[in-house]
């Protein structure tokens, strides 16, 4: 009987628990889902698999706990990653996450493929789903001989059209402190036409790219951290132009912009006196002082905002010119903001979400030399407020991987990510049965 | 005999160490002059005095010298004052620098007192003579029994009018780094009218005010750094309004915020390629790619430049859309804009620089309750490309302290800045010998 340790019981982590489940009963394993906290623990988990309460710097309990598994699968914020990742060379098992590689992690291939352990990266939805579908499509290409020249990758976290009832288009649908701080630490790098270009924080919202995905309208997308680096890990060196962006409905971007503008998504110092601060006060803060004028004219004006945008509309629905008691003790501007949006970006118990991918791949001809184009996107919509898109997304190619670890379909050792064949094709195949479908078109 | 070591002999250490040298005779001083870099050295330091070269990563040279001497001038950038300052208090000396008090030299303040040593910091001109001169007028209006409401302050190290011939009305008159990544590190704070207001980087060169020095013309001044903190260290709690800020000539600033919204001041990130690139390459990696436009007519675009704006001769005058070759190997695009810069914004020999300082001091009278206004204003002009303004307002307090020190006029141990009478009295006082005179009106 073999054993899986998930660490984490998160947003994310619904689709991901219902999968092992389901499988463990096929495959005669033994589950146990470990949290911190151990107040919704077991709603999400069956009574035939174990909870557990887990503080991951308790070496003792954390190592504990690895040794009798065969496999450990973290859900944890990225920055803990590291921390279980050590206890798992010591005692030579495998492990799987949905988050980024860090240098950290990295740094553990030489002995990871010693022990002959996987350490398996980026087997979420973004980065993940993201990985095996762009590749499945650069692979297909170039097998035909053909040049890559162009690629292009969005993803976005979003809300169903039924469920579309605000004017930013937007509700949270996995961790509001990434959607506040998106896109600070460092410019935005893509290759253009090939020529480097970067874009600084706070141009990041102004310069949108829109597109189209059939039967769901339009988007727009902005630039998403370091495109550089998958010069390398997607092998497309030589390329003219890569470009990775996050999606959201257009005008999203724009009014995002004041909050960037106005520095209130700014995570580095403590508000004096928040406690006694309403929304209102919160955005005063940051505009000139002046004793007749509004604090809605003052920000229109700053920003050159007319007096017809609909960013005006966005603004004020969330709230911030309100009189209210923003009701923390202590706080960063980011988190302020993170507090005031928390109250209108909810999900509605029936509320659905949505997760859109796009990519674009320009290649040229093997034998006639022109110029073509195939493009790849994916739609998954969520259940409800629990079993969200994201949570699918998120949480069934994780899961997959973990199924094919244990039985051994896989047999990588080292540090990953889920660029090779042997990885992203049986994931994807499997996906399919779980509606997650790419439709690709030339 | 007493001795005394300076360490760092860069741009503003000319008055400095003539003035040291001046008194030397006087008092019977031996002085050591150490730097990094031979070259220039002796230049900068008559026959009678040492010149040494020192590395103060050489921790045993560091420590030989520092015992030698009986007080340690440091006009090193600010990041390498703590080694030298823990030597100093290892080895029982006092030291004596122009740059802000870290919370590292701040963290000796205990061991400074047992030993009874002098750690006087923000001796220069900002930080410095601005304290000074301003701590004179607020306890002079709080001896006359009134109440500090408001206090500005504002100071810029610019060019003197008759060598102003360039469009930006400025050159480089200190280290050129601190100038291109000046307002970086977190948003400008102050008070006004009783309200914390906070300022981020990218807003930062467009909420400038205007003022007004008499026989010099106008000013701009955008906010700098934390002003809240200045609560305490001038005994403010309880003014309505506390800004400090530095002085440029009008526009200087609309058009400097070009390369802040560009992302050209970013010093975090080495740009791949830069040897290769001209400056027009480095002013296009910021824009959008079109195969068509001119990066000119990209740029005036994408920041609404109007074509009629002084901003376009300011950025043409500069080259930045010239097909020169940078003419660095790697670096930072903060590093190539810096590099960009110095080939214009240098001082001929015979130019002459300026420093400007204006303070606003608002109180209640004492008697009749009424609002009041007191200013104080400076203007030093340099001599030539040498003796600078700036050497003489940086370099005088600090030599001005640091012989009050060794003739025991100042006796305080610990760790202090010029706000108190008994060291900024004598030194003010002093300084009118040499032309550094405020003008203090009602």
């Known amino acids: 009987m073999k054993k899986v340790l998930i660490i984490g019981a998160g947003r994310s982590s619904t689709c991901l628990i219902g999968y092992m489940e389901e499988k463990a009963e096929i495959y005669d394993w033994r589950i146990t ?24 710097f308790d070496e003792d309990q954390l190592k504990m706990e690895i040794e009798e598994a ?38 553990l291939e030489k002995e990871a493929k010693e022990r002959r ?12 789903l993201d990985h095996m579908s762009a590749m499945r499509v650069i692979n297909q290409i170039r097998e035909q001989g053909h040049e890559m020249v162009e690629f292009e990758s969005f ?9 579309d009832d605000n004017p930013w288009h937007y509700k949270f649908t996995w961790n509001p402190r990434n959607v506040v701080i998106a896109g600070q630490g460092g410019p935005a790098k893509f290759l253009q036409e090939g020529k480097y270009k970067y874009i600084p924080y706070n141009r990041l919202f102004r310069r949108t790219e829109m597109i189209e995905i059939e039967g769901y309208g339009r988007f727009e997308g902005y630039a998403n951290r370091d495109s550089l680096s998958y010069l390398e890990k997607y092998g497309l060196e030589g390329v003219k132009t890569i470009y990775r962006g996050t999606l959201r409905r257009p005008g999203f971007c724009r009014a995002w912009n004041v909050f960037v503008q106005l520095g209130a998504t700014d995570d580095t110092y403590l508000m004096p006196g928040v406690e006694n601060m309403t929304h209102r ?3 005063n803060s940051f505009l000139y002082y002046n004793e007749h004028d509004s604090v809605e004219l003052k ?32 706080a960063t501007p980011a988190q302020v903001l993170e507090h005031i949006l928390k109250k209108k970006w909810q999900l509605s118990t ?25 493009t790849s996107s994916l739609i998954v919509l969520g259940d409800d407020k629990v079993n969200t898109a994201m949570a699918k997304t998120v949480g069934l190619p994780l899961a997959i991987a973990a199924k094919m670890i244990l039985t051994e379909e896989i047999k990588l050792s080292g540090v990953y990510i889920p660029t090779s064949r042997e990885i992203y094709e049986p994931v994807l195949k499997e996906l399919e049965d779980y509606g997650i479908l790419f439709l690709e078109s030339e």
Chains 1, 2 share one sequence.
């Open 70 to 107: 065969d496999l450990v699968i973290s859900l944890l914020p990225a920055r803990f990653h590291p921390i279980v990742a050590r206890a798992c060379v010591e005692l030579s098992k495998s492990m799987v996450t949905a988050s980024y590689e860090s240098s950290e992690i990295r740094a």
């Open 33 to 56: 889902v470990a949290d911190r906290d151990g107040g919704m623990l077991r709603d999400k988990v069956s009574e035939r698999s174990r909870v557990i309460i887990l503080d991951i």
């Open 350 to 374: 029936d509320d659905k979400d949505m997760i859109a991918m796009w990519h674009k791949f320009i290649y040229k001809d093997r034998d006639t030399g022109e110029i073509k184009e195939k």
């Open 299 to 330: 920000l229109f004006h700053y920003l050159h905002i007319d007096q017809d945008s609909d960013v005006i509309e966005k603004l004020k629905w969330l709230g911030i010119f309100d009189k209210t008691k923003i009701g923390l003790k202590e």
């Open 117 to 128: 352990l996987l350490f398996l990266n980026e087997m979420g939805v973004d980065p993940g």
């Open 155 to 163: 993803t976005g976290g979003l809300i169903a059209p039924e469920s």
């Open 281 to 283: 006060d919160f955005i």
